[in-house]
C-alpha cells in the first residue's frame, strides 16, 4: 500500500514558477515508475510527466516539454514537479501517481496508487 500527499499547488502569474511535491508512505519511490498528471474541468486526465524506478530516465509529454521538471529525492521520499513559464492552459487539477509493475507509461489506467490532487491555477 502506498499513500501519496501533493502539495504545492497556488495561484500563479502566467511566465511564472511553481514547484509541486508528492510525499510517499507506505513504500520508496525506488520501487516505482512515478507520474504526474494533470485534469482540467471538462477535460480527461491527462499525463504530464514521469521518471522511472531508477531515476534515470525521465519523459515528458509535448505540452510541457521544456518548461517543467520531473525529479526525485529519495532521501526524503519524495517526487517533484517542477513548472516554469507557466501559461493558463496548465490551470488544472495536478496528481502525483505510481505504477507498481512494468516500466515507463503515460496512460493513467496503469498507474495504481493515486494521491489527492493539489490545484494549480495560472492567471493570464
Known amino acids: 500500500q502506498v499513500t501519496l500527499v501533493e502539495s504545492g499547488g497556488g495561484l500563479v502569474q502566467a511566465g511564472g514558477s511553481l514547484r509541486l511535491s508528492c510525499a510517499a508512505s507506505g513504500r520508496t519511490f525506488s520501487g516505482y515508475v512515478t507520474g504526474w498528471f494533470r485534469q482540467a474541468p471538462g477535460n480527461e486526465r491527462e499525463f504530464v510527466a514521469s521518471?522511472?524506478?531508477?531515476?534515470?530516465?525521465?519523459y515528458y509529454s509535448d505540452s510541457v516539454k521544456g518548461r517543467f521538471t520531473i525529479s526525485r529525492d529519495s532521501a526524503k521520499n519524495t517526487v517533484y514537479l517542477q513548472m516554469g513559464d507557466l501559461k493558463s492552459e496548465d490551470t488544472a487539477v495536478y496528481y502525483c501517481?505510481?505504477?507498481?509493475?512494468?516500466?515507463?507509461?503515460?496512460?493513467?489506467?496503469?498507474?495504481?496508487?493515486w494521491g489527492q490532487g493539489t490545484q494549480v491555477t495560472v492567471s493570464s
Open positions: 501517481a505510481v505504477r507498481v509493475g512494468g516500466g515507463w507509461a503515460d496512460g493513467s489506467r496503469e498507474y495504481g496508487y
Open positions: 521518471i522511472t524506478r531508477s531515476g534515470f530516465s525521465t
